[in-house]
């Protein structure tokens, strides 16, 4: 009963990404029921990347690392992984042909959180972005697209600077925990000690930017997938401008969140959206 198994895969890979993430949990939600278990999937595999190198403390992480790496290759050539996360995964990776240059290319964005500190140039910034967002980004769109290559390579840029829009939020939200715990600098060029209010609007014009970007391409997803994806569109816009709205010292000693009610109004409000084809 191998399908029982996988299954069971599929379930825990949409239990970390509704334990992690409630947020993303809800976009998932908005999407076509035969692409959800994939998503979860693709969510999952890269959650517990980043839990390695971000959560484990007193751990040995980069062994965690390089062992979760080899037992996902393992489970790729076996067909089968013990661990349930693996076993969704290399289902999702061979069902809609994610190929590895996406993967490695996380793992090792991965791999610098281990003992990278600082970015000091942009090439480095955009490079771990890619890695840690944008082929993310394209390993959901190659369920979105369902195998049809050419929308694929039509919408791969807007798919990765929505990955970067995303991430950088991140960055933006968790600077106090990237830099007073883990001891990291994202943004090149730019002296945490002294965030003022010109480097945050600088950071903030370059998220602008790529969020204009990418709502092109989300306007072009299939319907499958189009509703979903704009769900957590409009919730990381709507961080975007709580952090807009924060002074730059506030956002360095806090963590600016979206409240679930919140949530869930932008939720009936992009339905609406949705539903009158304003897409």
Request: charged letters at 30%; aromatic letters at 12%; glycine letters at 4%.
């Amino acid at each position: 009963m191998k399908q029982l198994f996988d299954q069971t895969g599929f379930a825990c890979s949409k239990l970390v990404t509704k334990k992690y993430s409630t947020s993303f949990s809800l976009a998932v939600k908005m999407l076509a029921p035969k692409i959800r278990e994939d998503i979860y999937s693709i969510y999952a595999f890269v959650r517990l990347a980043d839990e390695i190198v971000d959560s484990f403390h007193g751990y040995e992480k980069e062994k965690l690392l390089n062992e979760f790496e080899q037992d996902y290759y393992k489970a790729f050539a076996a067909n089968i992984s013990l661990n349930p996360i693996l076993n969704s995964f290399q289902l999702t990776v061979k069902k809609h042909k994610i190929t590895d240059d996406l993967i490695q290319a996380f793992l090792t964005s991965m791999k610098l959180d281990l003992n990278k500190n600082d970015y000091e140039t942009k090439a480095e910034y955009d490079n771990y972005i890619y890695g840690s967002a944008d082929v993310v980004g394209l390993m959901c769109l190659k369920v979105f697209v369902n195998g049809d290559v050419e929308r694929y390579e039509h919408l791969k840029s807007y798919a990765m600077r929505l990955g970067s829009a995303f991430q950088k939020v991140n960055f933006l939200r968790d600077l106090k925990d990237d830099y007073e715990v883990l001891n990291r600098s994202y943004f090149p060029g730019i002296d945490l000690k002294k965030l003022d209010i010109s480097a945050k609007n600088k950071i903030i014009d370059e998220i602008e930017e790529d969020f204009h970007e990418a709502f092109k391409g989300i306007k072009m997803l299939p319907l499958e997938a189009k509703f979903g994806v704009y769900t957590a569109y409009i919730y990381y816009r709507t961080l975007l401008k709580k952090l807009k709205g924060t002074p730059s010292e506030k956002i360095m000693n806090t963590r600016i969140r979206v409240s679930n009610p919140i949530k869930i109004s932008l939720l009936a409000k992009s339905f609406v959206v949705y539903k009158l084809n304003l897409l």
